[in-house]
């Protein structure tokens, strides 16, 4: 008998999660990632909390996290401003008003998620709408889409997410807005180079030689085979949105100065290290977090690149 | 050739026209006259100043329409042909604050900007590509491996604590460096080390894996395989062959990085006090000054469409294999 190898038929899917899974390295961050978001959809859990005992107790509304805090650290415990590091029940340490930097740099990770997703929530939909549209129906709105995205890629990134912002104002959904309408070129761009190339592949003329209109042929043939894409962008471009928020909130244009962020907070930081003695824990807290994050982010993603789609280049 | 040009230059035309328009947009019809002069005035203004300043700076004329002007200038004295006129013959106008001519600031930030990107971009070009090559010739082992979880660190950690620690370390504690200012002429050299410092390392994280990635594909070619079948040695592979051949996609990068060296580096310059054009847009964003902002959008974009028209006319120049189209 021949011993022929016979591979079982895997789904696309199927055969990257396969290939990610014998990459060591990346399922450490994929690990990583993992706790972020479980710490940051905790952030989201609300909870009543009581502050004080007896009669004096008030309740107030907070999120799991908040009631962990409490619960481990004290509400009640009025600590002094700087307290450095492993003093007391502040693992990190506290700021300038006594609030516990770990609190902080555990609250950054809801911002953090809240800036990804709403993100991605603007510009995956934008860029995979006109990507279609242009690299399917060519002609006159391939052109005006086209037009349209490169006038914009004229614009240095940094220059127009400024100028966004200071029409718009400071918070968090302007950011995230302002970060959608800039990264949804480069996904629109994948898009309609990939949407033109399968619109000539054997399946979609097929598909169109069997009668199939427009609509059935983007949704059922078209999209599926470009959401490997979308997501490798996603994944890659998270580490971005997060260090421009870094940036921007310096600048004094990202979020608002009460939302707890890592931009903010390492803008906090940056007058404290000059201090004597040095306040190094509350950049180090924000500083870590983001980067621990960013680059899980980054080491992820290129696994998934190479898993998905190796061919694939992005930079 | 002559043709392909003119073509290319044609076509970065209404890119450029775009840009005007998305600007006028953003910065004359999505934030109304009024919000403006208040974000200008204070909270505390009249309603007679406020109306005063909408007056003098033309505000309230009509988008596109002045109905007060008389003759053919009701089409042509409107805030839209203003706006255009404004950028494209690159009359700024002054800055909210203290009144200088924007264009002037702009042609005098330049200077200490180019004094602090072109030796960051040079340096990081030398340092980066040096670099890789040493990376690609030890492909394969854990030098290179490790090369490249350096290189992911790198690029993993803000710019903000790249500028803050290099500031503490390097000048605050081993006083090395002057901290924060700048002095023209050759003084200048003694305020601009640190932060060029500070920048070529936060850029080699980058540069180091693109520039190997490039070189590592160009190592599989055929060409290659040729030259070891013909007994060459894998160093003069490495450094004639293939590095010449990996220039076109790092030329990409690097000619549409030329541009933007005149536009300065916001944080760099902002937080060692050099006074050039990303300091100048930083002070923009704390004023809330729309005027230097759509100046700067714009002349950014500028840059950009030269830049990436320098970057396809230099490709044909290099490689004979890109056909003009």
Known sequence: MNETQVMEARSLWAEAWHRLRRNRVAMVCLAIIVVYLVIGLMDFIPVRQTLGSGDSATHRWGTLVDWIFLKVVGATDKAESYSPPLRGRHVMGTDILGVDVLYKAVKGVRTAMILGGLTAAIYIPLGLLFGIIAGYFGKFIDDAIVYIYSTLACIPGILLLIALMSVMGKGLVQLCIAMGVTSWVGLCRLMRGETLKLRESDYVLAARALGAGWPRIIFRHILPNLFHIVIITFTLGFSGIILSEAVLSYIGIGVEATTISWGTMISEARMELSRDPSVWWHLTAAAGALFVLVLAFNVFGDALRDALDPKLRTE | ?325
């Open chain 2, 1 to 325: 050739m002559m043709a392909y040009i003119i073509r290319r230059v044609l076509y970065t035309i209404p890119l450029v026209l775009g840009v005007c328009v998305f600007t006028f947009l953003l910065f004359d019809v999505a934030f109304p006259p009024k919000a403006r002069a208040v974000q200008e005035l204070g909270r505390h203004a009249n309603e007679k100043q406020i109306q005063n300043l909408i007056h003098t700076r033309g505000w309230d004329k009509g988008l596109f329409w002045h109905g007060e002007a008389k003759g053919f200038e009701r089409l042509t004295d409107t805030r839209f042909v203003n706006h255009m006129k404004k950028l494209l013959l690159f009359r700024f106008g002054r800055t909210q604050k203290t009144h200088e001519e924007i264009g002037r600031k702009i042609r005098e930030g330049m200077v200490p900007s180019l004094t602090l990107t072109v030796p960051i971009f040079v340096l990081g070009l030398v340092v980066g590509i040096c670099l890789s090559l040493g990376v690609a010739y030890f492909r394969a082992t854990y030098l290179d491996l490790g090369a490249v979880v350096v290189c992911v660190g790198f690029m993993s950690i803000s710019i903000l604590v790249y500028i803050i620690a290099g500031q503490l370390l390097l000048a605050q504690y081993m006083r090395s460096f002057p901290i924060y200012g700048y002095a023209g002429g050759a003084h200048a050299a003694r305020f601009l080390i640190l932060p060029i410092l500070i920048a070529v390392v936060k850029g080699l994280g980058g540069d180091v894996r693109f520039y190997r990635t490039i070189l590592l594909e160009e190592i599989t070619r055929d060409y290659v395989r040729t030259a070891r079948a013909k007994g060459l040695g894998e160093r003069l592979i490495l450094f004639k062959h293939v590095l010449k051949n990996a220039m076109i996609p790092v030329l990409t990068r690097t000619v549409l990085a030329i541009p933007f060296l005149f536009m300065g580096s916001l944080l760099l310059e902002n937080f060692f006090g050099i006074p050039g054009l990303g300091n100048m847009t930083v002070e923009a964003v704390a004023n809330g000054d729309t005027q230097v902002m759509a100046a700067m959008v714009y002349l950014g974009a500028l840059l950009f469409a030269l830049g990436n028209l320098l970057t396809d006319i230099s490709y044909t120049l290099v490689d004979p294999r890109v056909r003009l189209r």
